[in-house]
């Protein structure tokens, strides 16, 4: 357990549809990272966020958008899905000071049918 | 042309073999780079980085980074079964957390 959690671990929803993925970071990190997984495009970054506020964003589509609350929890939300989304999602946390490296959760497999 | 080129494999040796995995990368401002490890349906775990050019070891693993080459390496030695898996290089600028990643390497280590 890397002590990033994230839910739900599966999802298969229909094109269309509107789908919301959730991270808890590791105790004591500030910042949270969102990344896509696909088999053709590998780890893209999608978005950071530091104590609730967004720090960098990646290409992410507009149809995607983020929040950090203030319990340092994020959600990664995802509309107007296509079959292209299809894809594993990972959230990953650091302390935000720290340039080496962080923390991935074990991912969301997404599947838009 | 991709930022960072990896070789995707699969990459099978016999158990106890030296094992040489390698990112190539375009960008000549990239201060920090990390070999990551990613297990079937698992995230990615944090196994080596280094900052800048030179050489890190740590166990059976060693990082190496040539900023002449934009060239990075990591050798595992005496590798197991266990190291069966796919492993990602990233790299970053000074000053942002946005790492760039590989696709993966997939290695496999014959029992």
């Known amino acids: 357990d890397s002590g990033v959690t994230q839910t739900p671990k599966h999802l298969i929803t229909a094109t269309g549809q509107r789908v919301t993925l959730r991270c808890s970071p590791r105790?004591?990190?500030?910042?949270v990272y969102w990344y896509q997984q696909s088999l053709d495009q590998g780890l893209q970054f999608l978005i950071q966020?530091?104590?609730?506020?967004?720090?960098a964003k990646g290409n992410i589509l507009e149809r995607f958008s983020a929040q950090q609350f203030p319990d340092l929890h994020s959600e990664l939300n995802l509309s107007s899905l296509e079959l292209g989304d299809s894809a594993l999602y990972f959230c990953?946390?650091?302390?935000?000071?720290?340039?080496?490296?962080?923390?991935f959760g074990s991912g969301t497999r997404l599947t838009v049918v | 042309q991709k930022e960072v080129e990896q070789d995707p494999g699969p990459l099978s040796v016999p158990e106890g073999a030296i094992v040489s995995l390698n990112c190539t990368y375009s960008?000549?401002?990239?201060?920090?780079f990390m070999w990551y490890r990613q297990y079937s349906r698992k995230g990615p775990e944090l196994l080596m980085y280094?900052?800048?050019?030179g050489n890190k070891e740590d166990g059976r693993f060693t990082a190496q980074v040539d900023k002449s080459s934009k060239y990075i390496s990591l050798f595992i030695r005496d590798s197991q079964p266990s190291d069966s898996a796919t492993y990602l290089c990233?790299?970053?600028?000074?000053?942002?957390?946005?790492?760039?990643f590989g696709t993966g390497t997939r290695l496999k280590v014959l029992a």
């Open positions: 990953a946390s650091n302390k935000g000071g720290d340039p080496y490296g962080y923390t």
């Open positions: 105790s004591g990190d500030l910042s």
């Open positions: 966020y530091y104590n609730g506020e967004e720090r």
């Open positions: 960008n000549s401002a990239f201060q920090y």
């Open positions: 280094t900052y800048s050019s």
């Open positions: 990233a790299m970053s600028l000074s000053g942002t957390y946005k790492y760039i």
